[in-house]
């Protein structure tokens, strides 16, 4: 194993000044390393919004009537966006396609990268530049737009300039998301060629994992969507350059044309969120219960089908904003049509669950936490998809608690779980599983302390993006409840970060292929995988989840499994 | 085994299919941002239609035709230029490109003249500064010579239009001067025709776009 070959992807393969170091990393066209790379940047935008997050909920924690002042009202509007566009469009978005997508989705077809190495650079630049873009936009003009940019406000709304400057950070911002759509735009088209060019030997459509099905399904949603919300973005540009008119009412244009052409995109976008956790999943409850999962083409198709469904029911968010009455009952219709796949996947993991011998690991309480918190999102989205009930509790706290379990309780802990699950084969460490668990506990309680009680805040009449409450006892209450938990949830975020560091410098290395006894492919590379991924061409003989066969061929020494160490 | 004749031989080995399916998944984003703007004018042209009837009339139906044949004519010596290259006749596939080139200059610099004249009639986008320096012009001024907001709209989804074309025409130029170079030195040559193709296909979507911009913008008043 002294070859180059052998050599893990994690060693640099030449000493020259440009393919050693940082810039062997920066200019590595390799698809685990660009993986990696998305991910250390990603989760420090995260932690950076985790605390902007924090930082609003510490403003809740008492009335306007106790003079209490955490963030000045006038920045109020400024924080929460930059809350929003930092978990939207630098964490959530990119999400587990960009971090995971690009480290496993070759290893899971066995290919040695993706179609186009040198395109996922540069959408990996393209993601940096925009991310960097937004972030100084923001330092040094605010945006108060929230991250819909909704017109007219977003054409009229004046940024304050910190340094005597008139610097247009609203544009700026816009110019910085249609930046960031093109880098997912091309990682799409990057994905889709790869699963449609490049599959091992004998690996058919239905014998791809289901993470690889979520990662199809995803791009198709990121070409398919992208394009018209990047235009619609640069048109508000163009408005506050050059006021022709376009969404302004009093010239003419219609407003409630930008919303639809902002939901066309941004309502598939929350099924890019969603998608590969859903993927991650149902990679990590098989492995931990040791069987095959439950209707694996139902769970490859409900994929399909809530991409395809989940393209057509973008103004189910415009129900307030006035619409002909068919068009919503259809919209809302759409609505409820797309639970029908989504609760079909849910079905299928517990069924999975049923008389299997589960391992509790720090992966599958993610993956558990999954199913809980993303049925509690699901569930309470059908109340946001009803017409009638959607009028009472629009722009209130329910619809940020909704999101959030979906976002965060669903598409985020679904990302963690599918770390901690990928993190040994990824770097060839092992994280402490007893630390792991307990920044779980954390999270979990945290989470649903966090934002059950804005539930029911909501539901009393809370309208978010405010700066602060009356003085009403229940809502004192249940703010309280829920800046308490953005304690312990921000304590279960630190101690996630820090499992995963101290994992990475400290970790025990563990070289074994197959730690988790898993049957999917990914798991017969090397740990941390080497340049080329495969040491052999590879054949695929069998269904991924096919346990007991894979059981046979441990026993035959074919295939790694589980060694104790 | 060293390096090198490995990244060649298992990453770099090259998938024509794979990279064509590619390069038509890209050419759809481009359509659908432009299918955007389209969606924008069909709205906008059923809310004022009268309007956007009189503001149609003020453009030059002369002038975008021959843009039209102009474009079409490249569309042509494009495919020209990819049939020399693959039947080996190279030398005649860098005329038929170059010719492509100067059809796409041409276009522009007509182009160019159109909204020139448009800016002498006052009939352009005007910036908020020059509102402020009290340069208006009957576009944006309020008054009674201002345009109705249906002709504005036109106007504006116009240069929006016809100016993000325009960009992806000079796009395409310069990938073209980018493959003549290519061809020059070789590296795409008759059995290696694939980026001449893909930047076909390109140029017959820029094609495209303006068969449909030309009757909306200049014959359907």
Known sequence: ?????????????????????????????????????????????????????????????????????????????????????????????????????????????????????????????????????????????????????????????????????QFDSVSWMLTAAFILGWGTILTGINFIVTIHRMRAKGMGYFRMPLFTWSIYATSWLQVLATPVVGITLLMIVIERIMPVGFFDPSKGGDPILFQHLFWIYSHPAVYIMILPSMGLVSEIIPTNSQKPIFGYKSIAVASCSIAGVGYLLWAHHMFATGMATFAAILFSFLTFFVAIPTAIKVFNWTATLYKASISLTPPMLFALAFIFNFSIGGLTGMFLGSLSTDIHLHDTDFIVAHFHYTMFGGAAFGLIGGIFHYFPKMFGKMYSIKWANRAFGFMFIGFNTLYFPMFILGFLGMPRRYHTYPDIPIYVTLQQISTVGSWILVTGVTLVLGVWIHGLLRGKRSAQKNIWNSSTIEWQTASPPTLYNFEEEVEITRHPYDYQAFRDEVKAGTTAGAEDE | ??????????????????????????????????????????????????????????????????????????????????????????KLSKTFLLFTIGLGTAFLIIKGFEWNSKFGHHLFLQTAGGIAAGEGSPLLTPGADMLPNGQVLFYGLYFIMTGTHALHIIIGGIWMLVVYRWIDKGSINPDNPGVLERCGLYWHMVDLIWIFLFPLYYLVA
């Open chain 1, 1 to 165: 194993m002294e070859t180059t070959r052998g050599k893990s992807y994690l060693h640099s393969h030449t000493s020259s000044r440009w393919t050693s170091g940082f810039l062997s990393w920066i200019f590595s066209t390799d698809h685990k390393r660009i993986g990696v790379m998305y991910g250390v940047t990603m989760f420090s935008f995260f932690f950076l919004a985790v605390s902007l997050g924090f930082w609003i909920k510490l403003q809740k924690l008492y009335p306007a009537s106790s003079g209490w002042e955490m963030i000045p009202p006038e920045w109020y509007g400024s924080v929460f966006t930059l809350h929003a566009i930092i978990m939207i469009f630098l964490f959530i978005v990119p999400g587990a396609p960009a971090v995971l997508g690009n480290f496993f989705l070759p290893l899971q077809i066995g290919a040695r990268d993706v179609a186009f190495p040198r395109i996922n650079l540069l959408s990996f630049w393209l993601y940096l530049f925009g991310a960097i873009m937004a972030i100084v936009g923001i330092l040094l003009g605010g945006s108060d737009t929230g991250w819909t940019f909704t017109p007219p406000y977003s054409v009229t709304t004046k940024t304050i300039s910190m340094f005597g400057t």
């Open chain 2, 1 to 90: 085994m060293n390096e090198q004749s490995v990244s060649t031989e298992m990453v770099h080995h090259h998938d024509e299919t794979g990279t064509r399916l590619g390069f038509w998944l890209f050419l759809y984003t481009e359509l659908f941002l432009f299918a955007a703007f389209f969606l924008i004018y069909a709205v906008y042209r059923s809310n004022h239609l009268e309007d956007f009837k009189i503001a149609a009339e003020s453009l030059n139906t002369g002038i975008g035709t021959q843009n039209t044949i102009i474009l079409l004519a490249s569309s042509l010596t494009m495919v020209l230029s990819l049939n020399a290259l693959k039947s080996g006749k190279v």
